[in-house]
């Protein structure tokens, strides 16, 4: 029997898919960014130890990588001038395979000198709505999930969130105390995770009982994630308490974009590189050019990164990323 050709998605989720493709590159034109086309095979590769890139053999002795964002290239961009950049095209993420995962995926990324994470947040909430209401207008007939309907989003912090859903804020309660949390409410967690692994406990409550109920009747940011958990992201107060500049933002119980206030500082992002690896036990090199690109002046700015699939596949109501994709992983 001969091989299944044909795509995942239909023809008409195709074309629609086209349009708002087209849509997505006109509203950030007529918001005033400009397109930007940058690498997606570098010679540096991400620096989150929770994220595996492809690697690509280049000789036998050097390695290069696909890309899982264009964050490193467009903030090299940032440092040489430009002020309001997006970039819409394939990132690639090994292992990442699922009904709201693919191998490879489209992103939409963005970044502007000037903002923080709340006008952001502002910016996020003004090109969803603005989606959501041109597949309304291109296909009438098309399911609406009423998350996606115009109207203000909820705003929670991250301490809000989990005390409306967990039943306790968590930011400045010990570790020992987040254990017990988990365990009262009945949380299994797997033997590989620490007693002492308040990140990895937060992250497990925040899986299991806080992000399932986010999103729903209208979509949710979550900021001001746990200090410990800044990324690339700027950090604001002191000690257990400090907090990242950061957000999340949810619909019916699926992240669509995460967004920061961006880190500026070479030497604080040199010292996380050194305390991710050491607490992973990866051996991850220094972005070099990134570093560079710090050190010469990088701008106050906000970025943030959108999964286009998923937030199609959301706008139509569907409930796997291969229903707007023409060909997934299994049958690449």
Not at 132 to 137: D, L, P, V
Not at 148 to 165: C, G, I, M, V
Request: glycine share 6%.
């Amino acid at each position: 029997m001969p091989a299944d050709f044909r795509p995942s998605a239909t023809l008409d989720v195709l074309q629609l898919r086209a349009k708002l493709l087209a849509f997505t590159r006109l509203f950030f034109d007529e918001s005033g960014y400009f397109e930007v086309d940058t690498p997606t095979l570098s010679h540096e590769r991400v620096i989150d130890p929770n994220i595996e890139p492809f690697v690509v053999p280049w000789s036998a002795s050097k390695r290069l990588f696909l890309q899982t964002s264009p964050e490193f290239a467009m903030k090299r961009l940032l440092a040489a001038g430009a002020e309001s950049i997006f970039q819409l095209g394939k990132v690639f993420r090994h292992g990442e395979l699922g009904r709201l995962h693919n191998p490879e995926f489209t992103m939409l990324e963005w970044y502007r000198v000037g903002d923080n994470h709340h006008e952001q947040m502002d910016f996020v909430e003004k090109f969803v709505t603005s989606f959501a209401s041109e597949i309304r207008r291109l296909s009438c007939d098309s399911p609406q999930p009423s998350a996606l309907s115009p109207q203000p989003f909820e705003r929670l912090t991250y301490d809000q969130a989990f005390e409306r859903h967990a039943g306790s804020k968590v930011l400045a309660r010990p570790t020992h105390e987040i254990v017990a949390l988990a365990r009262r409410l009945g949380v299994s967690a797997p033997e590989s995770l620490l007693p002492g692994d308040r990140d990895g406990w937060l992250n497990l409550l925040l899986a299991e009982r806080v992000e399932p109920h986010l999103g729903h009747g209208r979509p949710t940011f979550v900021f001001d994630y746990p200090g410990s958990q800044a990324a690339l992201a700027r950090v604001r107060g002191e000690g257990q308490t400090a907090v990242a500049e950061r957000f999340e933002l949810y619909v019916h119980g699926i992240e669509l974009c995460n967004g920061y206030h961006e880190l500026t500082d070479a030497a604080a992002l040199r010292a996380r590189i050194r305390h991710d690896a050491s607490a992973s036990e990866k051996h991850i090199p220094e972005p070099v050019h990134l570093l560079a690109a710090m050190e010469s002046g990088l701008p106050p700015c906000s970025g943030v990164a959108l999964g286009f699939d998923r937030l199609l596949m959301l706008s139509l109501g569907h409930d796997s990323v291969r229903q707007v994709i023409p060909f997934p992983f299994e049958i690449a």
